[in-house]
């Protein structure tokens, strides 16, 4: 029997993939900030299923959480780190307190709870760990530059960790998902007090009041979630997982857009190589 821990399951994508893992009769570690709103599933699924209180910002809880789980259920087998919001902001408006408490939860919430199961992971020589990221770390609209900072980040290290632990028996995936029908965009979507009105025709058409997505975008997070279970079962989920047809177009046209830039400015880029050994650059 495997066993979850999956961070932010209070709504959203991460009580969606709680639930099916605990409908399909895998162990759970179900956590959020407030575990009242996770007792629910426990209640449901009390063999198989621990609400735990997890701030991801908070070492502490970090250290408890993977200690109750192990205590539990012997070890965890997948993590999935899939707690974290959403920050609207023009740079110049960003807020410095609310980037930092951003990049703490998004970014450094899930290398702490990376480095809470890899010693698990490392002596059983066995593990999956699952980052929830954004086509938002390699799309970037007007308004979402710390928010797609923050994913990129994440990505970053998710994919050197993956060539680090490989070796150990250990995988690494990270998930882009599209739009996707839950509070990302309502409840957990936050932004700067600050306005600035030169920024009113590009960061600021997408402040919240003036986002109208939330509960009309295509992506079922239930659907999703068994995706996601189904990556994890294959015996080498990949590397990178896009969710949603919307990810796949978005990020699709933004590599063709890319590979284009790159072979429009290609002479540039190799002009700078040293000469070839044998060669006078001046002949």
Same mark, same amino acid.
């Given at each position: ?10 709504? &959203?994508? !991460?009580?969606?993939? *709680? ?5 399909? #009769?895998?162990? @759970? ?75 703490a939860t998004n970014f450094f919430g899930a290398v702490a709870m990376i480095k ?26 007007? &308004?979402? !530059?710390?928010?797609? *900072? ?5 990505? #970053?290290?998710? @994919? ?29 979507l936050t932004q700067s007090a600050t306005v600035i009105d030169d920024y009113a ?73 040293f000469a070839a050994s044998g060669t006078d650059e001046k002949a």
């Amino acid at each position: 029997m495997t066993t979850w821990l999956i961070t932010g399951c209070s709504t &959203g994508l !991460g009580r969606a993939l *709680a639930d099916a893992v605990l409908s399909r #009769g895998d162990n @759970a570690v179900v956590t959020a900030r407030d575990p009242a709103k996770v007792k629910d599933l426990a209640d449901a699924h009390p063999g198989t299923a621990l609400a735990v209180a997890v701030d991801v910002t908070d070492p502490a809880q970090v250290t408890v959480a993977v200690e109750q789980a192990v205590g539990r259920f012997g070890g965890v087998d997948v993590l999935v780190n899939n707690a974290g919001y959403g920050y609207r902001a023009a740079v110049e408006e960003g807020d410095d307190t609310d980037v930092q408490q951003l990049f703490a939860t998004n970014f450094f919430g899930a290398v702490a709870m990376i480095k809470a199961v890899l010693p698990g992971m490392r002596t059983r020589r066995s593990g999956t760990i699952v980052n929830i990221s954004s086509i938002g770390a390699r799309f970037f609209n007007p &308004g979402s !530059g710390y928010y797609s *900072a923050s994913k990129a980040a994440l990505e #970053g290290m998710s @994919a050197t960790l993956r060539k680090e632990v490989e070796p150990l028996g250990i995988t690494v995936t990270t998930v882009e998902p599209g739009a996707f029908r839950t509070d990302f965009a309502g409840r957990s979507l936050t932004q700067s007090a600050t306005v600035i009105d030169d920024y009113a025709a590009t960061a600021g058409k997408r402040r919240k009041e003036n986002d109208s997505s939330h509960g009309t975008q295509p992506g079922d997070p239930a659907k999703a979630a068994e995706a996601l279970i189904s990556a994890v079962g294959s015996g080498h989920p990949p590397v990178l997982l896009l969710l949603g047809s919307d990810a796949v177009t978005v990020i699709g046209d933004a590599l063709d857009s890319q590979r284009a830039e790159l072979e429009a400015w290609r002479d540039l880029s190799v002009s700078t190589d040293f000469a070839a050994s044998g060669t006078d650059e001046k002949a």
